[in-house]
């Protein structure tokens, strides 16, 4: 298989959100090594477009850690790679969504009851009462 056809394909599935189809088309098979056991070396960017694609997969499969430690590998690798912009891109929107989906379902905060607002007889009533004489 063509590397960067997989890597194409299973991202194409992670962006149409198919992600039981991506699932099944790795197929448990998150290395280089385990598609194409036969090669030893790989350049750069095979191995930076293929770990990137394995960290949106694990963004989609809401494995977090798993996509931080892609991302740190890569970015040591390749740092101004398009597809290490991705991955941050793709981290950083599950972030906010995941923030967002928290500040949404959490608790309600009470507003503050209203203070009643005291009109000018009031007022002047309170003030006398509490006057020293």
Known sequence: ???????????????????????????????????????RTYHATEFVAFNAMLGLYFVATGNRTAAGNQLKIIAQILP?????????????????????????????LEPPAPRPVLGTRARLRKILERAPW
């Open 1 to 39: 298989m063509y590397l960067f056809g997989v890597v194409q394909w299973v991202t194409t599935l992670l962006q149409q959100e198919r992600i039981e189809d991506a699932t099944r088309v790795l197929d448990g098979r998150l290395g280089l090594t385990a598609w194409w056991p036969e090669r």
């Open 80 to 108: 101004d790679h398009p597809a290490v912009r991705a991955l941050e891109i793709a981290i950083v929107r599950e972030a906010i969504r995941l923030l967002a989906e928290e500040a949404r379902d959490g608790p309600m």
